[in-house]
């Protein structure tokens, strides 16, 4: 069984900064991709950034140039660096692990944190 905690969420005004982390935990050798989602009310859960053990990163068009996502393959951690905050960035920030390959060679599948809120308002 694997466990992720996300930490980091909080209220921020426009043009401001957070930095979420999440820590992977559990019977892990390695984790293939991380990545932070995001559900904002009303709406459906979007892709906001991947990262790949092996440091390849893919984002979304609309936090590009703000957003930067990292990962300590060491500390099964991965983190979202989120600089020039919008309005339109606030929601539910959630925490994924997809393929995951456990010390006794099991594979397992797509894990979720239990999301933090991150409000971005004057």
């Known amino acids: 069984q694997v466990q992720l905690v996300e930490s980091g969420g909080g209220l921020v005004q426009p043009g401001g900064s957070l930095r979420l982390s999440c820590a992977a935990s559990g019977s892990i050798f390695s984790i293939y991709v991380m990545g932070w989602y995001r559900q904002a009310p009303g709406k459906q859960r979007e892709l906001v950034a991947t990262?790949?053990?092996?440091?390849?990163?893919k984002y979304a068009d609309s936090v590009k140039g703000r957003f930067t996502i990292s990962r300590d393959n060491a500390k099964n951690t991965v983190y979202l660096q989120m600089n020039s905050l919008k309005p339109e960035d606030t929601a539910v920030y959630y925490c994924?692990?997809?393929?995951?390959?456990?010390?006794?060679?099991?594979?397992?599948?797509?894990?979720w944190g239990q999301g933090t809120q991150v409000t971005v308002s004057s």
């Open positions: 994924n692990a997809d393929l995951i390959r456990t010390v006794v060679g099991r594979y397992e599948y797509d894990y």
């Open positions: 990262i790949t053990s092996g440091g390849s990163t």
